[in-house]
């Protein structure tokens, strides 16, 4: 340090040690900081949440009950059909030779007991043999009973009078048994089905109102009214299905995920503080100015009233206008001094 006179040095360091000694105390000494929210007076609301479908109140779905290749398609998405109107059929090539094979044979017992029958009177056959040709001919009619049943069941015919909603097949396709090929219903009325887990099915009756909301229409929140709730619950998937009417003048489409909230109950003028501001026990961190961004951290017992998604009402143990401090608590005292921290 030549050309340093000894005589500032000293100082000089002596100076710089206190700030950083400072600094060091500041840092250490430093309230922590957490976000804050003011107690406000608005409507409480009691919601269960749900995800749902839009599908229409009549509908079903038409599957074929065997493997097969599609050979005939008599209809698009969008066609009026009649009951039992075939709307596609799987290969029935092999099962209808067997038919006319069968068809040949019936026609030659008949003719073989028409034989017998006269044969019979004469004494000429035994009753034996007249039997034996009456089962061939009986045998044979079983036979071709059950193929045209098959044939029959390869046919996809609509269960109702309706619209082809949706179709989901192709000429020479081979489609898996129990795949659902058409869904044939009615457009309207609409309705949604929603699985609500079995905690929240208690709160759940029909006659409530249903809030719904769809990424389809953003910001738009529309109306529907709980309408039936499923007797027996999904041991599974722990869950109950919920059935939700819709307004004929509904902008939903059929196939549409929207999210839904029932309402449970509603309170207007209610004291209300941002729901993770309650601890698990029933206490709120309240936080009392000393100043600038500096508060005095106190735990006091509230009593809350209802549980919504947001917010939460408190019946007792603040008022309007007090600020409470919101989570995490991490490191929080009684009277310990901390910092708001800004949003």
């Known amino acids: 340090m030549a050309g340093i006179n000894k005589k500032y040095l000293y100082p000089v360091l002596g100076l710089l040690a206190v700030v950083i000694l400072m600094g060091s105390f500041w840092t250490v000494t430093k309230p922590k900081a957490y976000e804050i929210a003011k107690v406000e007076k608005g409507k409480a609301v009691e919601a269960v949440y749900a995800t749902a479908t839009v599908e229409p109140v009549t509908w079903a779905a038409i599957a074929p009950i065997m493997t097969g290749r599609i050979t005939e398609i008599n209809v698009q998405e969008g066609d009026q059909v009649k009951t039992g109107e075939v709307l596609a059929r799987l290969d029935d090539s092999d099962i209808r030779a067997q038919l006319d094979e069968n068809r040949a044979l019936e026609t030659f017992y008949k003719a073989e007991v028409e034989r017998?029958?006269?044969?019979?009177?004469?004494?000429?056959?035994?009753?034996?043999?007249?039997?034996?040709?009456?089962?061939n001919l009986t045998q044979s009619r079983a036979r071709i009973d059950m193929l045209e049943q098959q044939i029959r069941q390869l046919a996809l015919t609509a269960p109702m009078d309706g619209t082809v909603l949706w179709r989901d097949v192709e000429l020479g396709e081979v489609k898996e048994a129990g795949k659902p090929l058409f869904w044939v219903g009615r457009p309207l009325p609409l309705r949604l089905e929603a699985e609500v887990d079995e905690e929240d099915i208690?709160?759940?009756?029909?006659?409530?109102?249903?809030?719904?909301?769809?990424?389809?229409f953003p910001g738009e929140v529309m109306e529907g009214l709980l309408h039936w709730v499923s007797p027996k619950g999904d041991p599974v998937n722990k869950?109950?299905?919920?059935?939700?009417?819709?307004?004929?003048?509904?902008?939903?489409?059929?196939?549409?995920?929207?999210?839904?909230?029932?309402?449970?109950?509603?309170?207007?003028?209610a004291l209300l503080a941002p729901a993770g501001a309650v601890t698990?026990?029933?206490?709120?961190?309240?936080?009392?100015?000393?100043?600038?961004?500096?508060?005095?951290?106190?735990?006091?017992?509230?009593?809350?009233?209802?549980?919504?998604?947001?917010?939460?009402?408190?019946?007792?143990?603040?008022?309007?206008?007090?600020?409470?401090?919101?989570p995490p608590f991490d490191d929080l005292q009684d009277g310990i001094t901390v910092q708001a921290r800004s949003k």
């Open 116 to 135: 017998a029958e006269k044969l019979i009177k004469t004494g000429a056959l035994s009753e034996d043999k007249y039997d034996q040709r009456k089962t």
């Open 239 to 269: 869950s109950y299905r919920v059935y939700v009417s819709l307004p004929e003048d509904t902008k939903l489409m059929i196939g549409m995920t929207v999210e839904t909230n029932a309402i449970v109950q509603e309170k207007d003028g």
């Open 202 to 216: 208690p709160k759940i009756k029909s006659g409530q109102t249903v809030l719904i909301t769809a990424d389809a």
């Open 280 to 326: 698990g026990d029933g206490y709120v961190w309240r936080a009392e100015s000393r100043g600038g961004k500096r508060y005095s951290a106190h735990k006091i017992p509230v009593k809350a009233g209802i549980h919504g998604e947001k917010n939460i009402e408190i019946l007792e143990g603040v008022k309007e206008g007090d600020v409470l401090i919101l």
